[in-house]
């Protein structure tokens, strides 16, 4: 059995998120949570890692996710950002259908019962 190298990381904030999105995916996707908050330390761990890889950021729509995410676009600035509509607010609580069309729309697989 040989191991296949993932070319795409999504980072998520928590636990929930990363559920969700594992849902609704229909490819090999690395998904990293931060947990809401990311030391200097470890994001440059972070970008070292992620060097020639696809990465996309998907936070959740508030205060803490935009922190989140201005952090990445002055330290990432190759990233994609993955936006969800800010009627939800956050990614965990999101449908399916609209977590699956923003994943799709960032050329992310995900499985078609969601669309």
């Known amino acids: 059995m040989s191991l296949v190298e993932v070319e795409k990381v999504l980072i998520v904030e928590g636990k929930s998120d990363k559920k969700k999105v594992l849902n609704v995916i229909n490819e090999p996707v690395e998904i990293i949570c931060t947990n809401g908050t990311i030391s200097m330390a470890k994001l440059d761990e972070l970008i070292d ?3 020639l890889k696809d990465v996309y950021i998907l936070v959740d729509a508030d205060d803490a996710g935009d922190r ?3 952090q990445f676009k002055r330290e990432l600035p190759e990233a994609s950002h ?3 509509d800010r009627a939800y607010r956050e990614v965990a609580t999101a449908p399916d259908h609209h977590v699956a069309s ?3 729309s960032a050329n992310i697989d995900v499985n078609a019962k969601y669309l």
């Open 102 to 104: 923003v994943l799709l």
């Open 82 to 84: 993955i936006y969800i």
């Open 49 to 51: 890692r992620l060097f």
């Open 68 to 70: 989140l995410r201005k």
